[in-house]
């Protein structure tokens, strides 16, 4: 029976329990628990420096409102790194090809932050509707414009994810299947494919680390333009 390619993205379960939450909850053990030492051992003082720049380069130009989401972007960081990272093993499932989990993220975060917005400052955050200057024949039609731009970021941010994950792990289960299939016939053609399959591999590593920088990066301005 050929399986169709699709069924990679579907959320694995054992005994009819999903494991989702396992995959999720997974990546959590795999970093070191913080010390009290001086001199921490070299992985945890990567992991600590690695945290410091990111979130620097992150929050450089807030204020001190949206350095107290400082912990929470870091650790959303983190989290999207490891699962985009550890789905690209053999026999590993990505929870970030799954729309609901990607949404389940973007939406509470992106309302954050328009709430965050219309407390401190609600006539800065309803302005962002409507442009100074505007005619006023096109008031009415550039704020049902803007509104509804507003309304698109989160389905945006979980869209942008769900489909650059989904389509390196499905261009690469293609090129991988074709190298099997060419190898007993033409193995010179295999080679070739097989060394693209090794190049889309890095390029997917890549794609993993940019992606979960960019949905942080998005966040991150959406907050600027509240705080």
């Not at 005994?15 to 970093?31: F, K, N, R, T």
Request: charged share 5%; hydrophobic share 60%.
């Amino acid at each position: 029976m050929m399986l169709s390619f699709f069924d990679q993205f579907a959320s694995p379960s054992y005994l009819g329990i999903p494991l989702m939450a396992l995959a999720i909850a997974l990546p959590w053990l795999l970093y070191p628990s913080p010390t009290n030492r001086w001199i921490p051992n070299p992985i945890l003082a990567t992991q600590t420096w690695s945290l410091n720049r990111f979130t620097a380069q992150l929050l450089l130009p807030m204020g001190p409102a949206g350095h107290k989401w400082a912990a929470l972007f870091a650790s959303l960081m983190i989290f999207l790194l490891t699962i985009n990272m550890l789905g690209l093993l053999p026999y590993t499932f990505t929870p970030t090809t799954q729309l609901s989990l990607n949404m389940g993220l973007a939406f509470p975060l992106w309302l954050a932050t328009v709430i965050v917005g219309m407390w401190n400052q609600p006539t800065h955050a309803l302005g962002h509707l409507l442009p100074e200057g505007t005619p006023a024949p096109l008031i009415p039609v550039l704020i049902i414009i803007e509104t509804i731009s507003l309304f698109i970021r989160p389905l945006a941010l979980g869209v942008r994810l769900t489909a650059n994950l989904t389509a390196g792990h499905l261009l690469m289960q293609l090129i991988a299947t074709a190298g099997y299939v060419l190898l007993p016939l033409m193995p010179t053609v295999a080679v070739l494919t097989i060394i693209v399959l090794f190049l889309l591999t890095l390029l997917e590593v890549a794609v993993a680390m940019i992606q979960a920088y960019v949905f942080v990066l998005l966040l991150s301005l959406y907050l600027q333009e509240n705080v």
